[in-house]
């Protein structure tokens, strides 16, 4: 199935898939420590604020960026950890398989609808449905 | 002595109840699973990193929500406000703040041992209370400062 094991420094490497996912998902937590001090710091100030500061807190670009970033890299992080979730309890291939998509699934319409809602604030763009038959 | 192998090490006379007399007469120790393991702090901060990824997942659903909330104007905004500062809402809030500590100071602790740091006995068993009790203190911490400022009145 495979050919000869592989070492790099002395340490057997994966034969086939699994070690890039394993490390996607600590890059993408470490980026998400300081991205949750960041998320404290404006849960903070968004708290309690008025619909005016909410909107004036999303026209700056940087709070919107780092918002969606945030949101973004979070669902990368959760579609992996999910994922192992997934694979340590449920045992049956096609009912794993078909999880695994659903989760896929929901994380990006979760990143779609994110970004789309944040866009929309960052522009000041007029309240939904505008735009949408309305 | 009854046994057919000695067993090496501790286990003859050990009094911590962690060995178990084999089927086959060998003393072994007793395997580490969830029922047969004595409590440690390690073991809950592990469980409590998995538990805070699903409650951090069902959060940004509800930040979504908020998000969708915002984009559709003010009276929407307004009705996500008034659910937020209801009891329920109230709870919530409080714990998605300690969602928020738990997975900064718990995925912190995750990446430090998962580079094979801080494993001694002593060094998991700290960074492990930190990554279970630091949360509870921060987040009381963080409510009372939005009180006291006014930021949200119970």
Same mark, same amino acid.
């Not at chain 1, 708290?47 to 960026?65: D, H, M, R």
């Not at chain 1, 699934?105 to 449905?129: E, T, Y």
């Not at chain 2, 714990?95 to 100071?105: E, K, N, P």
């Given at each position: 199935?495979?050919?000869?094991?592989?070492?790099r420094n002395?340490?057997?490497?994966?034969?086939r898939?699994?070690a890039?996912e394993?490390?996607? #998902?600590?890059?993408?937590?470490?980026? &998400?420590?300081?991205?949750g001090?960041?998320?404290a710091?404006s849960?903070?100030?968004?708290a309690?604020?008025?619909? #005016?500061?909410v909107?004036?807190?999303f026209?700056?670009?940087l709070?919107?960026?780092?918002?969606?970033?945030?949101i &973004?890299?979070?669902?990368?992080?959760? %579609?992996?950890?999910?994922?192992?979730?997934?694979?340590?309890?449920?045992?049956?291939? !096609?009912?794993?398989?078909?999880?695994?998509?659903?989760?896929n699934?929901?994380?990006?319409?979760l990143?779609?609808?994110?970004?789309?809602?944040?866009v929309?604030?960052a522009l000041?763009?007029?309240p939904?449905p505008?735009?949408?038959?309305? | 002595?009854?046994?057919?192998?000695?067993?090496?090490?501790?286990?003859?006379?050990?009094?911590?109840?962690?060995?178990?007399? +084999?089927?086959n007469?060998?003393?072994?120790?007793?395997?580490?699973?969830? #029922?047969?393991?004595?409590?440690?702090?390690?073991?809950?901060? %592990?469980?409590l990193?998995?538990?805070?990824?699903?409650?951090? %997942?069902? !959060?940004?659903v509800?930040?979504? !929500?908020w998000?969708?909330?915002?984009?559709?104007g003010?009276?929407?905004?307004?009705?996500?406000?008034?659910?937020?500062?209801?009891?329920?809402?109230?709870i919530?809030g409080?714990?998605l703040?300690?969602?928020?500590?738990?997975?900064?100071? /718990?995925?912190?602790?995750?990446?430090? /041992?998962?580079?094979?740091?801080?494993?001694t006995?002593?060094?998991?068993?700290?960074?492990? +209370?930190?990554?279970?009790?630091?949360?509870?203190?921060? %987040?009381?911490?963080f409510?009372?400062?939005?009180?006291v400022?006014?930021?949200?009145?119970?």
């Amino acid at each position: 199935m495979s050919g000869p094991a592989k070492f790099r420094n002395n340490v057997k490497i994966s034969e086939r898939h699994g070690a890039g996912e394993w490390l996607t #998902e600590r890059v993408l937590l470490a980026a &998400l420590l300081p991205l949750g001090v960041w998320a404290a710091s404006s849960a903070y100030t968004l708290a309690g604020a008025s619909y #005016e500061a909410v909107l004036a807190w999303f026209a700056t670009p940087l709070n919107a960026a780092l918002a969606a970033i945030a949101i &973004l890299v979070f669902l990368g992080f959760a %579609s992996l950890a999910w994922k192992v979730i997934i694979e340590d309890y449920v045992h049956k291939p !096609g009912t794993k398989a078909a999880l695994v998509v659903l989760l896929n699934l929901v994380c990006l319409v979760l990143a779609a609808a994110s970004v789309f809602f944040i866009v929309r604030l960052a522009l000041g763009s007029a309240p939904l449905p505008a735009g949408f038959g309305a | 002595m009854t046994h057919p192998n000695s067993t090496p090490g501790d286990a003859r006379d050990d009094h911590t109840g962690r060995f178990v007399t +084999q089927p086959n007469g060998h003393r072994t120790p007793l395997s580490p699973h969830m #029922e047969v393991w004595r409590w440690h702090v390690t073991m809950t901060a %592990s469980i409590l990193f998995r538990a805070t990824i699903i409650a951090a %997942s069902g !959060g940004v659903v509800l930040l979504v !929500g908020w998000l969708a909330a915002a984009a559709s104007g003010v009276d929407a905004f307004a009705a996500a406000g008034g659910f937020m500062g209801s009891p329920l809402g109230l709870i919530v809030g409080f714990g998605l703040t300690l969602v928020l500590f738990s997975f900064i100071l /718990n995925g912190g602790r995750h990446l430090i /041992n998962d580079t094979g740091s801080g494993l001694t006995l002593k060094a998991a068993t700290t960074l492990s +209370q930190i990554a279970v009790f630091g949360p509870v203190v921060l %987040s009381v911490l963080f409510w009372i400062v939005l009180s006291v400022t006014g930021r949200v009145s119970l």
